[in-house]
């Protein structure tokens, strides 16, 4: 058997170990500590130092803190974009809320504004005005940022931006995780870069950072004995896991840079396939291509070749299962208007990580072209 290509796997750079050692060699192996504090700067410095960043255990921790900051709680209801992975909608229902799935539109692949504004007027016609929207930039594809902010303005709600697949990427030449009123990233094993498991909220005020990290340790009041006034979380991002992203952060940009030159050779190789089209980068979208994707012609086309590409030991995965196709979310109401159903299936992401060498390369290319030359 060849050797697995996968998907997108951890790529260290050499320097998260002596950031690891110095934390072991001063004794900080805890949730707090100078690699925590130094990571959230690094951040901070990437993205624009005018926000703020609290480093969590994940991305789904820092949406679940993101909605209690925004007042979600139980009988609510909180807009998601239907075309995610479930993380982003599961700490709604976590609070006790209810989702209400928007489906997407073809330009991004993410939630379509009218769709949104259908969705926004139809629940307040029905006496529910949602409490919060939650916008994903999809596979690092910034999501139609002027257009959706417009639709939540003009309602007065607030927009919870899920940026766990976008570091990196910017619109407009602002930075993806500096949109929402609170937004948040993701450091997972799979993503552009990783701590092993992390996550952050990024916020506007000093204030809603102190209360995120309030709340992620315990709800601690301040008081010689433990003593609480509010519910709290575990929620913290640990010094010895910081100390890897304060690594990552020194190679974020070769990562992008890799990401997107992965993109531009599937492209390339691909482009006298016509049953292989490419999600085009609208004009001031600067996406960093974390998984590169690809649609078939059919629904048939994409599991052949799925399976094709498994038979050789490559990775490939179908794109992201809507939500108001999920079971667990059969009753939740949604607005849908074909997209994300044909994406889903019809899409297949194709190895992507900042790691995959030529070899590699050249391997799922030659799948490919095989598959195509075969049917
Ligand atoms: C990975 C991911 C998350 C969750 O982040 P974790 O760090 O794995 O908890 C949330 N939303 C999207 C879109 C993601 O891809």
């Known amino acids: 058997m060849k050797p697995k290509i996968w998907l997108s796997s951890p790529h260290m750079s050499g320097n998260e170990q002596s950031y690891i050692k110095e934390a072991f060699d001063t ?30 255990a994940s991305g789904t921790s820092a949406l679940h803190l993101g909605l209690i ?64 929207i939650i916008a994903v930039h999809l596979y690092g594809m910034p999501y139609k940022v002027d257009e959706v902010h417009n639709v939540a303005s003009k309602y007065n709600i607030p927009v919870l931006e899920d940026s766990a697949e976008s570091l990196g990427s910017h619109y407009k030449n602002q930075n993806c995780g500096t949109f929402g009123d609170l937004s948040i990233l993701s450091f997972n094993g799979n993503k552009i870069i990783t ?39 575990n929620y913290r991002m640990s010094n010895i896991v910081a100390g890897i992203g304060r690594g990552q952060m020194t190679i974020l940009d070769s990562h992008v840079a890799k990401r997107r030159s992965n993109h531009e050779l599937y492209v390339n190789a691909f482009k ?60 939740a109401p949604s607005y849908l208007n074909g997209v994300s159903d044909d994406l889903f299936d019809r899409g297949l992401c194709l190895p992507s990580g900042s790691n995959l060498t030529d070899i590699e390369l050249d391997r799922v290319v030659s799948a490919i072209n095989t598959y195509f030359a075969l049917c």
Request: hydrophobic fraction near 35%; glycine fraction near 6%; charge should be negative.
């Open 195 to 233: 701590t092993s498991g992390g996550g952050a909220l990024v916020t506007k005020t000093k204030e809603q950072k102190d209360k995120a990290v309030f709340l992620a340790t315990q709800a601690r009041d301040s008081a010689p004995h433990y003593q609480h006034s509010h519910i709290g979380y």
């Open 69 to 132: 900051l925004l007042g979600v709680s139980n009988g609510d209801e909180v807009i998601c974009q239907s075309k995610t992975f479930s993380a982003s909608a599961n700490p709604i229902v976590y609070q006790g809320a209810t989702p209400v799935f928007v489906d997407s539109e073809k330009d991004t692949w993410n939630i379509c504004p009218e769709q949104l504004e259908i969705a926004i007027k139809d629940r307040i016609s029905k006496g529910k005005t949602p409490k919060a």
């Open 27 to 56: 004794n900080w192996v805890a949730p707090l500590g100078p690699n925590v504090n130094g990571f959230e700067s690094d951040l901070q410095s990437y993205l624009n130092e005018d926000i703020h960043v609290a480093a969590l």
């Open 272 to 331: 006298n396939i016509d049953k292989i089209t490419f999600l085009k980068e609208p004009n001031g979208y600067f996406s960093n291509r974390w998984l590169s994707c690809i649609l078939l012609d059919s629904k048939s086309t994409r599991e052949g070749l799925r399976l094709a590409l498994e038979k050789e030991n490559i990775e490939s995965r179908p794109l992201w299962k809507p939500m108001h196709q999920q079971p667990i979310f059969n009753d």
